[in-house]
């Protein structure tokens, strides 16, 4: 078995470039996926594991060739895994896979789907809480529009917890992402704060997208006057908004209830 014991090797510094810069990923058509529960997950969500590396005074080769039994294993010292490892507590074990597509036109929807989009949301730390939230909710897809941040940044992995590879996901323009609900004949429902009526007035047991823009700015306007109808959580202390990933959690299970869970 091949063994890397220096942080200097090629092979390590480009895994490097791979953790922090996403033009490395997408060039590269690979990312790095750290941990058993995220690997595993990886692998059942039909992502392409090239290798894994594992530190076996954490992960032992047995534990590492259970995970994927298919897959190139490298052993690696503690100084590779500490350079590699994103996280504090981790379990010994990195995996470089293969990115999806993500196009609007690889999604499966269901006859009755239900769809998350969330346009041009920039932290690692929202878009992973978003996809945490309708891995839990099992919607047919994510949407992002306009992304403004790689979906395989390090940072979504982690916080996501997985849910990367538990959800069908998909991006596009806003442009796009309109004409796509339009001709699938999917409601959408953008939660703003201008010409809004209350989130739990509505209907949403019949196809349906609920849109959510960031916490700064909102929706752009081409969502606000292209929704089936705008809608808003009513506020009742000082300020107008809250986290996009709890406004995001309040509607969709709004919708779930209303679905009968």
Known sequence: MKQITSIQNPFIKSLVLLQEKAKNRKQTGTFLIEGKREISLALKGGYEI?????????????????????????????????KLAYRDTTEGILAIAKTKSQQLSDLKLSDNPLILIAEATEKPGNIGALLRTADAANLDAVIIANPKS????PNVVRSSVGCLFTNQIATGTTAEIIAFLKEKKINFYCATLQNSTSYHTQDYTTPTALVVGTEATGLTQEWRDA?????????????????????AAILIFEAKRQRGF
């Open 50 to 82: 090239e290798t894994i590396l594992f530190y076996p005074e954490i992960c032992t080769e047995i534990e590492a060739k259970k995970i994927s039994n298919t897959t190139e294993l490298i052993e690696i010292n503690k100084d590779v895994f500490q």
């Open 150 to 153: 790689d979906l395989y940044n």
């Open 227 to 247: 929704a089936t109808q705008n809608i808003i959580i009513p506020m009742q202390g000082e300020i107008d908004s809250m986290n996009v990933s709890v406004a």
